[in-house]
């Protein structure tokens, strides 16, 4: 039985790099909230993360696309309506 090659093997998806991870207490802190809404976010898989062991690690790059998908734009101004002269 022949072991596989590297043209044989199969592909694998390699994980893009995380840059730095960051506790819940550290995105708490950077959402200016409790630690509860960064868990809770976790709870209800609205944000991806790492789980190392006991830990769970978020990472930067992450946070700011939440951040980002979760940012509402400014409305234009409503145009100035002129009083009218009596």
Known sequence: ????????????????EPG???SVEEVAARLGTTVRFPRRLIEERRIEFVRIGRHVRIAEHVLAEYIAACSV?????APQLRSVAS
């Not at 039985?1 to 893009?16: F, I, L």
């Open 20 to 22: 730095r991870l960051l």
């Open 1 to 16: 039985m022949s072991t596989p090659t590297a043209s044989t093997r199969p592909a694998t998806a390699r994980a893009p």
């Open 73 to 77: 734009p400014a409305a234009r101004p």
